[in-house]
């Protein structure tokens, strides 16, 4: 290893395995019943890769790769902004009870 | 920005993901949860934005895609939620595809010298091959979700199965490999030939993989994809070496691939019997030979009266309920009921729903308080205890037959509806549910059926409860 510069790949495969670690241990703490909205918000996570597009879109020209990157980033935008907001509408149903439940609460 | 600036940017955004997911452990602290993931991908564009030499493209798709985001979000109907996830998730995998094809268009725009070494030849073939199942196997689920079976017979929520279609898809992936293989070791300028070959059969494979999975079997299937969205995501990562869609997209791929264990687990289920498939096609010769047992059949004053005179009532709803968009009478029927002094508490089945935790989004949107709401371990023990278990189109899910040794669903976890005093059940018939079994709960001397559509039965009950 001495004086040797590790392989990005190595590099990188590292960063993967202990963030599948994190992922295994964190969404088993997601209540089952916030299971719908998981999905949605991990779909807005993974539209992250908006970030490899917007990289393609702009190296300078205007060329294919250009192009492709462009159609990529506005395909995975409706992602980005659409999978955060259904969460939070979906969020918002499950937070709106707070006085409901006090109301009935009190009723009993 | 620095290198090590935008590296440490992206870190933070990374950690603002976990924190999004983490947040989901709790109803009240989720929607902080979803403000970090937020912030995270906010910091993840702009970030990326300042490092690129032209920004018009870019700010242009985000502003066309991002309308048609805020719309598709405010539309759409919590029932169409499972379409939407797999018609987000069918983007995801396509952009992934489109990102792959620019690098191998001008390597150099990413920082990747050209030729391409090895290294990221290998990660761009595996990327694309996911990102391409991820999109025509979404697209499957998605029409299949949709219900549009009769316009494709692709999209059938019926298993679509032939003679050696494992034998087909095993040779139609080696196929996919070999192209991969050619690919990585192309001579400079000769990539593109077996780089779209290869992505032309991913896009077969996955349109082949997920047709002959049933439609029972869906909350398996989107669970899936969700997952091959992630790997997707992560594979383009390591082509780019960016360790930010590394993070993203395991965390997605790991969610993705224990939702559809849940899943599995709560349908007794082997993940690949699920994924070869034909479940749902071959059933249905378990029906037929009970049909002369008699049910007793009450009208919705009777299920009133018994409802006003308990003391605890569980309510199962399944999909029927929803498909009869029944749920905001039912949250009325139970709110007359807790007015009355009747504790009242829902029961939920994992598969209850057309994806993981569906039901629990339909009954919050209906305004049910979601701590009425229980999960199916949280609940079972409490079925001995309870006056009324009130079944309302939920069939398999309550099918004692389960706990019986060879019986088709054997060993398929079930609510325990049984073991309540009285057993009240809603359904438009008699026919069987999805597995296609009798379900001996309907003949019970406890249980009364109460026939018709759940909505107008369960108006008529809350009419009745005076």
């Not at chain 2, 993931?37 to 502003?63: P, S």
């Not at chain 2, 499957?140 to 298993?159: C, E, N, T, Y």
């Not at chain 2, 994992?350 to 701590?371: C, F, I, S, T």
Request: proline share 5%.
């Amino acid at each position: 290893m001495h004086g040797v510069v590790v392989d990005p790949i190595i590099t990188n495969l590292t960063v993967f395995v202990l963030a599948i670690f994190v992922g295994y241990h964190v969404v088993w703490t997601v209540t089952p019943a916030l299971h719908t909205p998981l999905m949605s918000v991990t779909n807005a996570i993974s539209s992250v890769i908006v970030v490899g597009a917007i990289l393609a879109s702009g190296p300078g020209p205007i060329n294919q790769g250009s192009m492709l990157g462009a159609l990529a980033v506005a395909l995975v935008a409706i992602n980005t902004f659409g999978g955060f907001l259904v969460t939070e509408r979906m969020l918002e149903m499950f937070k709106k009870k707070e006085p409901s439940k006090r109301d009935t609460g009190v009723k009993k | 920005m620095s290198a090590n600036a935008i590296a440490l940017w992206y870190l933070f955004a990374s950690v603002l993901f976990i924190l999004a997911l983490k947040g989901l452990s709790h109803p009240l602290t989720a929607r902080r949860g979803n403000r970090f993931g937020m912030i995270g991908m906010a910091i993840a564009i702009v970030v990326t934005l300042t490092i690129t030499n032209r920004v018009d493209l870019a700010l242009g798709a985000l502003a066309v895609g991002g309308v048609v985001g805020y719309l598709v979000a405010k539309r759409v109907e919590m029932t169409q939620m499972p379409e939407l996830v797999a018609g987000m998730h069918s983007l995801v995998g396509l952009a992934a595809v489109l990102i792959a094809m620019a690098v191998v268009n001008n390597p150099s725009a990413f920082g990747i010298p050209n030729p391409i070494p090895t290294g990221n030849r290998v990660e761009l073939f595996l990327g694309t091959f996911i990102g391409m199942m991820t999109f025509s196997g979404s697209i499957i689920a998605f029409g299949k979700l949709a219900g549009l079976g009769k316009q494709f017979r692709l999209f059938s929520s019926a298993p679509v199965v032939f003679k050696g279609q494992q034998m087909v898809n095993l040779l139609i992936a080696i196929a996919m490999l070999v192209f991969g293989i050619l690919f990585v070791t192309a001579a400079p300028g000769s990539e593109w030939m077996p780089f779209l070959l290869m992505t032309a059969i991913a896009f077969v494979l996955g349109i082949l993989i997920i047709i002959p999975i049933g439609g029972a079997d869906m909350p398996v299937v989107i669970s899936m994809l969700n997952s091959y969205s992630g790997w997707a995501a992560s594979g383009i990562g390591f082509s780019l070496n960016n360790p930010l869609l590394i993070v993203a997209g395991s965390l997605v791929g790991s969610s993705g691939a224990i939702l559809s264990y849940i899943m599995c687990k709560a349908m007794n289920r082997s993940f690949f019997s699920v994924i070869l498939g034909g479940f749902g096609a071959a059933e249905g010769a378990a029906t037929g030979t009970t049909e002369q047992k008699a049910v007793r059949s009450g009208s919705p004053d009777d299920v009133a009266f018994l409802l006003g005179n308990a003391e605890s009532v569980i309510i199962i709803p399944g999909y029927g309920l929803a498909v009869a968009r029944a749920q905001h009478a039912v949250k009325e029927m139970a709110q007359k009921l807790i007015a009355k002094g009747v504790n009242v508490r829902y029961a939920i089945h994992p598969v209850a729903g057309r994806m993981p935790g569906h039901m629990n989004v339909l009954l919050a949107e209906a305004e049910v308080p979601y701590d009425q709401v229980f999960e199916m371990e949280d609940i079972n023990g409490d079925f001995g205890t309870a006056d009324i278990a009130f079944v309302l189109g939920a069939n398999d899910v309550v099918n004692p037959l389960a706990e019986e040794k060879g019986s088709p669903i054997y060993g398929m976890p079930i609510l325990e509806a049984h073991k309540a005093r009285t057993v009240l059940v809603n359904k438009r018939s008699m026919a069987s549910g999805y597995a296609g079994i009798d379900n001996p709960l309907f003949y019970m001397d406890k249980t009364m059926m109460v026939f018709g559509d759940a909505k107008k039965v369960v108006e008529d009950i809350v009419k009745a409860i005076e």
